[in-house]
């Protein structure tokens, strides 16, 4: 907000109340018989040019004095709405140009494509780990949130190639695919995997043939949210001791042990080294719990000589501290020390 027009606002509020006051002690003045509740009451409908009935016949003087109220307030009532209409508006183009600022240098982010109970949930959950994120929304209701929750958001259709583009699609890590409709799911992806072939999708489906339609659009994960609930709540039944450590470990943010995917990158010193020679266990007190070198492929609790290879995700559990510096060992390549 414009410092000058916030001064100018605070100068039109004291001019309007000085013309109350100025008019109320004037009415008692010229006008013997009015009480101070006639005379603020003759002010007030006399600024705001309301037309209510006088509380009696005036004098001479007293019109006289109605007159430049009337004059005087209506001048100072709309000098004082204008500043504040023109505090309202530049509030909202300078949001408006620090969000476009933001979202054309934003990347290596997510997108979120509606802002419905599970795009909510998944906002949450990024803004707890403090993931950059783009929600895109083009329902008014949900802008409001968007902006009461001062998230990063283009007021857009999600299926539009345009829309994807203001996101940042092109610079963008992954996107999940939850509006509520399945075909704008399937369009919404069909968009984003066009626009930019390499992004992560994880898309909703309500129905069951949905998922082959969003495999073929390139979703990279669907899920189902009915099947999702109803395996987890099976789980909880059999085994809520499992379930409960792995919630603990995976969200709890009070919790110091973390549950983590680990990608071994090209440059990583860990390649070519067994499980036993590396210092994942001996410094860090890291368990490595799985690795993974495909989609559907998992070594399971591998073996101290195991050797690690380029593209390895590692599934491991540790303490988070242990797990950032085995992180960066990954990506960066750096002895640890």
Do not use: W
């Amino acid at each position: 907000m414009d410092n000058h027009t916030a001064a100018q606002l605070k100068f039109g509020l004291v001019v309007l109340a000085s013309i109350i006051v100025i008019g109320t002690i004037g009415f008692e003045i010229i006008e013997e018989d009015m009480t101070f509740l006639d005379s603020f009451y003759m002010t007030i409908i006399s600024i705001t040019t309301t037309g209510f009935k006088e509380v009696h016949d005036l004098s001479t003087g007293g019109r006289v004095f109605t007159i430049f109220l009337i004059i005087t307030g209506v001048l100072a009532i709309g000098y004082t709405g204008g500043k504040g209409a023109q505090i309202i508006i530049e509030k909202q183009v300078f949001r408006r140009r620090r969000m476009s600022k933001k979202l054309d240098v934003i990347g290596n982010h997510y997108i979120v494509c509606g802002y419905g109970r599970m795009g909510k949930r998944v906002c949450e959950s990024l803004a707890e780990n403090e993931v950059a994120f783009v929600v895109i929304d083009n329902d008014e209701k949900e802008i409001e949130l968007l902006i009461d929750k001062n998230y990063l958001f283009v007021n857009g259709d999600a299926t539009a190639d345009d829309t994807m583009r203001k996101a940042g699609i092109d610079r963008a890590k992954g996107l999940v695919a939850c509006i509520q409709s399945d075909a704008e799911n399937v369009f919404a992806t069909l968009s984003a995997k066009e626009l930019n072939p390499d992004v992560y999708v994880v898309a909703r489906a309500v129905d069951e043939g949905t998922e082959s339609k969003l495999r073929k659009a390139g979703a990279n994960r669907v899920v189902k949210p009915y099947e999702l609930g109803g395996n987890r709540m099976v789980q909880l039944l059999l085994r809520p001791g499992v379930i409960d450590f792995i919630d603990v470990i995976a969200r709890d943010k009070n919790v110091d042990i973390s549950l983590e995917e680990i990608v071994v990158k090209p440059n990583s010193i860990l390649i070519g080294k067994s499980l036993i020679d590396s210092p994942i266990r001996r410094d860090l007190n890291i368990i490595i719990v799985a690795i993974s070198r495909t989609d559907n492929e998992f070594i399971y609790n591998p073996k101290s000589t195991e050797v690690f290879e380029e593209g390895d995700k590692l599934i491991a559990i540790g303490e988070k501290q242990n797990l950032s510096r085995l992180n960066d060992f990954c990506f960066k390549g750096e002895q640890l020390g």
